[in-house]
């Protein structure tokens, strides 16, 4: 199973970017999938969740600006962030607990980083 995120890159304050998680494997089912972030020298923190039933999940700092969703039928999860902030400038990790085909529970699995960078 691998995750592949991608859509960071870079954005004036107060603008909007999309990030894509896109799961691919032997997947038979996925649990939640969510997004965290890390900035060097701290420890990595929920951004946000989705259940496979789509209840959702955000942190505090992200409420009202931030909106997780994913396709089920596709593995995909999507994180649409506006109203950016410098202080939202991280290496943003794409999360999955998924069921493989041959493996009876789930595992958590992680995308490669793609950095956000909000420019003031």
């Known amino acids: 199973v691998q995750l592949q995120a991608s859509g960071g890159g870079l954005v004036q304050a107060g603008g909007s970017l999309t990030l894509s998680c896109a799961a691919s494997g032997s997947i038979f089912s996925i649990n939640r999938m969510g997004w965290y972030r890390q900035a060097p020298g701290k420890q990595r923190e929920l951004v946000a969740l989705?259940?496979?039933?789509?209840?959702?999940n955000y942190a505090d700092s992200v409420k009202g600006r931030f909106t997780i969703s994913r396709d089920n039928t596709q593995n995909t999860a999507w994180l649409q962030m506006s109203s950016l902030k410098p202080e939202d400038t991280d290496v943003y990790y794409c999360?999955?607990?998924?069921?493989?085909?041959?493996?009876?529970?789930?595992?958590?699995?992680w995308g490669k980083g793609t950095l956000v960078t909000v420019s003031s």
């Open positions: 999360n999955a607990n998924v069921i493989a085909i041959s493996r009876p529970y789930g595992v958590n699995y």
């Open positions: 989705i259940s496979n039933d789509g209840t959702t």
